[in-house]
């Protein structure tokens, strides 16, 4: 079963700031298999990001992933204040990373 | 629109076991696969397994293996999740999930449902 590990655990930045948050997989990943989800506090997660690179539905374009194989990375390229959440990485039908908390600093 | 109606918080001794239902709404039941995932409080989200409600066929979390059931009643459009020999460290929030257009990735979620373990 491949182990995901996201790092940081918390990124603490300012609004306007460029968030950059890292999933690494335990063995190679298909890219076409690796989501990202934001999550708020007593709200359910939702969708950003699939097949590792494409934006779900109504996702603004502040929001960007990259990467393949065992590395994947989720984008934020100008923090808005509703984007200080949680985020995991997932590969499909499988496990989710543990998160990175994203804090107001 | 999508609608993924989950039952009520439930309360249940260890060793007993639990059945929460997601039913669902707005689109073909069967055209998408369906997914229980669980978060236990403070702590991130564990994906348990999913269903397909067209065939039946499951795919558990080897975590879970041999003590999750998930089934499926096409004709109520609705999904169930049954975790039996409860343990504290079972209290969580379960949802259900419905994949996205893009198969595997999660698009709808339920609204969660509270299952406390405790003595």
């Known amino acids: ?37 934001q999550q708020k506090p007593g709200q359910a997660p939702r969708l950003l990001i699939y097949g590792a690179s494409s934006r779900a539905t109504g996702i603004p374009d502040r929001f960007s992933g990259s990467g393949s194989g065992t590395d994947f990375t989720l984008t ?26 994203v804090e107001i600093k | 629109q999508v609608q993924l109606v989950q039952s009520g918080a439930e309360v249940k001794k260890p060793g007993a076991s639990v059945k929460v239902s997601c039913k669902a709404s707005g689109y073909t039941f069967t055209g998408y696969y369906m997914h229980w995932v669980r978060q236990a409080p403070g702590q991130g989200l564990e994906w348990m397994g999913w269903i397909n409600p067209n065939s039946g066929g499951t795919n558990y979390a080897q975590k879970f293996q041999g003590r999750v059931t998930m089934t499926r009643d096409t004709s109520i459009s609705t999904a169930y999740m049954e ?11 379960y949802y259900c999930a419905r994949d996205s257009t893009v198969r595997g990735a999660i698009g709808y979620w339920g609204q969660g449902t509270l299952v406390t373990v405790s003595s």
Request: charged share 20%.
């Open chain 2, 83 to 93: 975790l039996s020999r409860l343990r504290s460290d079972d209290t969580a929030v």
């Open chain 1, 76 to 101: 934020i390229s100008r923090l808005e204040p509703e984007d200080f959440a949680v985020y995991y990485c997932q590969q499909y039908g499988s496990s989710f990373g543990q998160g990175t908390k």
């Open chain 1, 1 to 37: 079963e491949i182990v995901l590990t996201q790092s940081p655990g918390t990124l603490s930045l300012s609004p306007g700031e460029r968030a950059t948050l890292s999933c690494r997989a335990s063995q190679s990943v298909s890219s076409s298999y690796l989501a990202w989800y």
